[in-house]
């Protein structure tokens, strides 16, 4: 017979509620790429407005890169797992993100900023995901860090193999900065029919992208290339299938709050929106 507390721990267990494949586009200067979430299918897991994956060996799908562009109201996190890209925007933020590390801005009331590869030929594959940021956040100060792979914990934990960009896990700590959205990004891998047991806060919303192998979270497949949004819970189950899997666990503090887009802009309302372009027009980014 099953004890009150293992009833529990099931019945808090994840599962997938939705499971989407990314849409092809091209964004900055021709850069192709796959968007995963801020699609028709997909317009957001909030408090997450947007995931892009980049992946090629030919330097023509990426070379001209993302030159300078503006944003406000919310966060880009930039993980590269191969290849390299130089950052530079006007507020002085200025690094070189190179094979398995991060950039991390945060836009607040504007910023104007440059994503360039940093190599003329090879592989580029990474990730960009966008984090909204609460009202009374929108207008901070811009911010910038630049995260070397060797700052990034990676450890194993049963038969994973845990990369820890932010959050914690088994003692552990992702150098991400603490935001009221409280990010948890890892990447994680999996031998086949292994298994990782990934502590996700109860109430935060969550998804995982799978880009190796195939994945199950509670009987249900997650394939190569699909995002499987995540049920509301506590903790995370997911188990890899017969050629094992390597994915990214994504969770976070939902805002619910009112969502305003336009391009490189998000807000709470329309008529910020309009006051972001006219600030970025009058040069007051």
């Known amino acids: 017979m099953s004890s009150a507390a293992e009833i529990l721990t099931t019945a808090n267990q994840r599962s997938i509620v939705r499971r989407v494949r990314g849409m092809p586009t091209q964004d900055g200067a021709g850069v192709k790429l796959t968007r995963l979430i801020g699609t ?3 317009p957001d897991v909030d408090p997450f407005l947007m995931l892009d994956t980049f992946r090629s060996d030919n ?19 930039s993980y590269m797992i191969e290849g390299s890209i130089a950052h530079r925007d006007n507020h002085g933020g200025q690094g070189l ?7 991390w801005m945060t836009a607040g009331r504007g910023v104007a900023h440059s994503e360039m590869p940093a190599q003329t030929a090879g592989r580029l594959f990474g990730f960009q995901l966008w984090i909204n940021l609460p009202a009374k956040e929108k207008m901070r100060a811009p911010w910038y860090a630049d995260i070397p792979a060797s700052a990034i914990p990676s450890f194993a934990v049963d038969s994973a193999r845990v990369r820890l960009i932010a959050g914690a896990w088994d003692g552990h700590k992702g150098p991400g900065p603490d935001r009221t959205t409280e990010p948890f990004l890892a990447d994680v891998t999996v031998p086949a029919n292994g298994t990782a047991d990934v502590p996700l806060h109860e109430g935060h919303a969550g998804f995982i992208y799978v880009f190796e192998g195939e994945a199950r979270v509670d009987g249900q497949a997650v394939q190569n290339g699909e995002i499987g949004v995540l049920s509301e819970g506590g903790p995370l189950e997911v188990r890899a299938w017969t050629n094992g899997a390597r994915f990214l666990v994504i969770a976070g503090k939902p805002l619910r709050e009112p969502i305003a887009k336009y391009g490189p802009f998000v807000m709470n309302t329309p008529d910020e929106i309009h006051a972001a372009i006219r600030d970025y027009q009058a040069g007051r980014f």
């Open 59 to 77: 330097p023509n799908d990426y070379i001209a890169g993302f030159p300078e562009h503006p944003h406000r109201g919310f966060e880009t996190v």
């Open 97 to 103: 993100v190179t094979d398995g590390g991060v950039q």
């Open 40 to 42: 028709p299918a997909l």
